[in-house]
C-alpha cells in the first residue's frame, strides 16, 4: 500500500480528532466541519475502521420512529484513544518517576497542582463571568475547546455532573493520581462549591465524572436601616452560621 502524502495524513488525522473530541458523529456532520466531499468522509472512515480506531453505532432514535434507517454514528476506540495519548505518555511518565524518585510524592503532587493552574487561569474568567446556574455546563463547554470532550448534565439529587470523555493524560494519571486529584481541586476553585470524582479513566472507566454539589442560595443583604425586631436569624440557622 502506497504511504500516504502528508496532508492526506493530516486529514484522517483531523476526522480522528474530531470523533474523539465530539463523540459518536455522523459521516454527514464530519463531512460539514471539515469540508470534505461524501466520498472523502467515507474514505477516511473506512481506513480508520480498517486500523481499529474508530467503531460504528447506531444512533439512538428519539420520539416517533420515521421512516428510512437509523443514522450511523462513529465512535473513538480504545485503540484510537490510546494512539492520542502513547506519544506523550512514555516521556511524562519518566520525567515523574523521576521527580518521585528524587523528591518524593509531595512534589508530584506539586507538579500537577502547577499544571493545572494554568488551565484554571485560562477558564477562570468566562467560569466566573456567568450566571451561578450555568457554571458547570460553561465550564463543559470551555473543557471541550481545551480538548476534553467534555458535558453538562443535572442529577436527581440536585447537583449536576461534568462529564469529559477525553483524558489527555489518563495512562500517566494512573499511575499518578495526583494529576486527577489536581485536576477535581481545580474544578472545586472555578465553581465555588464542593466536588467528588466519581469516576476518571484514567482507572478504567468509559468517561471521567464529577459531581459537582448545588450552590447555596444567595444570602440578602440586611437592612441596616430598619429596627431589630428580636426574630431570629432563620437563613443562619439554615446554614449553620
Do not use: W
Request: glycine share 10%; charged share 25%; with cysteine.
Amino acid at each position: 500500500m502506497p504511504a500516504l502524502a502528508p496532508a492526506e495524513r493530516g486529514t484522517r488525522a483531523r476526522v480522528a480528532r474530531l470523533i474523539l473530541e465530539h463523540g459518536p458523529v455522523t459521516a454527514a456532520a464530519l463531512g460539514e466541519r471539515l469540508g470534505l466531499t461524501p466520498a472523502a468522509v467515507r474514505r477516511h472512515l473506512d481506513a480508520l475502521l480498517a486500523e481499529g480506531m474508530i467503531e460504528p453505532r447506531t444512533a439512538r432514535q428519539r420520539g416517533q420512529r420515521g421512516r428510512g434507517r437509523p443514522a450511523k454514528l462513529f465512535g473513538i476506540t480504545d485503540a484510537g484513544r490510546s494512539a492520542f495519548e502513547h506519544a506523550y505518555d512514555d516521556l511524562a511518565g519518566s520525567a515523574l518517576r523521576f521527580l518521585r524518585e528524587h523528591l518524593g510524592d509531595v512534589a508530584v503532587g506539586e507538579f500537577a497542582r502547577a499544571q493545572v493552574a494554568a488551565l484554571v487561569t485560562r477558564l477562570a474568567r468566562v467560569v466566573r463571568e456567568a450566571p451561578v446556574e450555568q457554571r458547570v455546563r460553561v465550564l463543559a463547554e470551555a473543557l471541550s475547546a481545551e480538548g476534553y470532550a467534555a458535558s453538562a448534565s443535572r442529577t436527581g439529587q440536585g447537583g449536576e455532573q461534568l462529564c469529559q470523555h477525553h483524558c489527555p493524560v489518563a495512562h500517566v494519571a494512573a499511575e499518578f493520581p495526583q494529576l486527577c486529584e489536581a485536576e477535581t481541586e481545580a474544578f472545586g476553585q472555578l465553581l465555588g462549591v464542593p466536588v467528588q470524582r466519581l469516576a476518571t479513566i484514567a482507572h478504567g472507566d468509559g468517561i471521567c465524572t464529577t459531581h459537582v454539589s448545588p450552590h447555596p442560595p444567595a444570602r440578602l443583604p440586611r437592612n441596616e436601616n430598619s429596627p431589630d425586631t428580636g426574630t431570629p436569624d432563620t437563613e443562619s440557622k439554615e446554614f449553620g452560621r
